[in-house]
């Protein structure tokens, strides 16, 4: 498995603010392409950094998804008042989730 780590800054976060607004359209957009697994959305509401993790079941669909995922990633930080900061690839070691 592989993921793309974004960076985005933008505005804080109200304690109240709502963080998911967006995320099911943003969600239904990358769900669509080749290879997604999964995806998280970090935010931390004090100084507006926020992180999106997406993981792809290898290495090619996360390369092959790049031109849409870029489309999505400027298209819903614009929207949102954020500026896109870093994009990172890493290959995952290790996955383990509790319920």
Do not use: C, N
Request: no cysteine; net charge negative.
């Amino acid at each position: 498995m592989f993921a793309r780590l974004s960076t985005y800054q933008g505005s804080p976060v109200p304690p109240g603010g709502d963080l998911t607004a967006k995320s099911e359209e943003i969600v239904r957009l990358v769900r669509d392409l080749p290879g997604f697994r999964g995806a998280y959305y970090l935010v931390d509401r004090e100084t507006g950094k926020a992180r999106s993790l997406t993981l792809w079941e290898d290495e090619a669909a996360m390369r092959a998804s790049e031109d849409r995922a870029a489309e999505i990633r400027y298209e819903a930080s614009q929207r949102e008042g954020q500026r896109v900061i870093s994009v990172d690839h890493f290959e995952v070691a290790f996955t383990t989730l509790e319920s």
